[in-house]
């Protein structure tokens, strides 16, 4: 594999606590997780399973039709992540820790209401 390509797929894995990653030489938690928060799509995949369980189709529809390739590999990284579960014959939906971490987004929420409002 060229170093490019390498140095792509290596980028594109998912965040691990305490291992490098982009823009942190310390690997801390949370700067693993903002790597992977920070990705394309991934809070929007989150935001819309807030109420439920969806298919990957009824998903893509959500997001605005994304790249099916992109949301499978943010599904892929999220599930990896704990935070995502593919339930047979619903779809993709949070886990216990996703919905710990979207109860962490309502006050950010709440915020850029009032925030949009001024």
Known sequence: MPKRAAAVKNAEKTPEKRRRV???KTGRPIMALLDLLGRRWTLRILWELRDGPLTSRALRTACDEASPTVLQARLSEL???????????????????GKELEDTFLPLHRFAERWSKR
């Open 22 to 24: 982009r823009g942190s």
């Open 79 to 97: 599930r990896e992540a704990g935070f995502v579960e593919l339930l047979p014959a619903e779809g993709y939906g949070l886990t216990g820790l």
